[in-house]
């Protein structure tokens, strides 16, 4: 039995879809002003997991995840060089989208963009006037929070608390202080859509709503996000969403925790982003995608010096033993399994995906089983095809859902190899110049090659006759 811990409720709860095996989930995309980084890959690693899963568990899942392409950083940017905010948005959506197939983030099912939804936008505010839930205030239209009962119910906050001042933004235009906007009339310069409050453009928190409602309808199952959106974004959903429908917004909230470097949340006021591409030019995809699921997706995660280089050991520990297999028992397959062994196998892996999606556990039961390979690999176990086949089985299946394993083995340390600057053909002469100086017993001879290719970051294995290399982390 799958259990979600839902931010609404405060509790692990049972998930159960509104609709027989079907799923609705929205998460909230980027607003693309900037390359990615390693913090909207913890989203969308994240989530990426979620669907993974729950299509694992047999559900049909319509997953959408949205653009945001006008904002006021988007705006700011595209004046700054000189181009329009759509030209600026859609270099930064490519980006995005490569970065994320890099790490291999699966496509979701819709991608919105908000400025395709503007229709719906509208729409949604004209209901939200009737209602007497919002008002127009000089080509602005703002949201009357407090004629919303229910104003606080995610993130825990009260009126009074806010009241007091915390993130209440002063503005003229507004009844309360506590009121935000849902249209935004146009400035000089400004990317504009006409309404029946004049040229304008919408609030960052419609937006949302909007693109949600389109193509997901008015009750969703899953609405996930950084836990930097509970408030005021998410909050402010589900004001607006439940003003305009009457019913719940989503049934179950899920939010991701933070990315800290060095102790410190990761931030660009702090100038202490990571960026993926850079990431990408140091570390394989794998080392990265690891590191973003080795903890688990509500839990902050911790980012050092050291960090993407200790996930880069363990993966090549993992994509070790699949060429260890390979090469020293290429009988063994997953095809050939045993069904009740790989059952007993996955029960441990299951269970710990169906506790809130807990990754890091499951990652921990392939290291022990990638450890119980390499000793029957050691041992020359005569039964060593039916166990390692078994375990060749447990990575792919356990893979459906992680999706770090995509890659063969000797493509992966191909990548590494690549990404070393290293000469592989000089590599391979001076390794079988190494060889033959160990069959002539020049042993000397043999430790100086061994030894100058480690001083390069260069490091041989030999294994069932054979010498390969790989590059030290």
Known sequence: MLKVYNTLTGNKDEFKPIKENKVGMYVCGPTVYDLSHIGHARSAVSFDVVYRYLKYLGFEVTYTKNYTDIDDKIIKRALEEGVTSKELAERYIEAYDKDMASLMVSVP???PKATETMEEII???????EKDYAYEAEGDVMYRVRN??????????????LESGARVEVDNKKEDPL????????KPNEPSWESPWGSGRPGWHIECSAMCLKHLGETIDIHGGGRD???PHHENEIAQSEAATGKPFAKHWLHNGFVNIEKEKMSKSLGN????QEALKSYTPEAIRLFLLSSHYRSPIEYGPDTLKESEAKAERLFRVLYRIEEECPAASAEDADAARLDEKLKPIKAAMDDDFNTAAAIGKLFEEAQNANKVLDSNDKDARTILSV????IKEADSFLGIFEKKPSEYFDEKKSMAGVDPIEIERL??????ARREKDFQLADKIRDGLLEKGVVLEDAAGKTSWTIKN
Request: aromatic share 10%; charged share 20%; proline share 0%.
């Open 123 to 129: 729409s949604i505010i004209e209901k939200l006037i």
């Open 391 to 394: 375990t060749l089985a447990l």
């Open 109 to 111: 099912s819709i991608r």
């Open 273 to 276: 982003i990571l960026n993926i």
């Open 179 to 186: 009121d935000f906007a849902l249209w935004k009339n146009s």
């Open 431 to 436: 390794i079988n110049e190494r060889n033959t």
């Open 148 to 161: 919303f009962q229910g104003y606080g119910k995610l993130s825990g906050k009260n009126i009074e608390e």
């Open 229 to 231: 959106l509970v408030f």
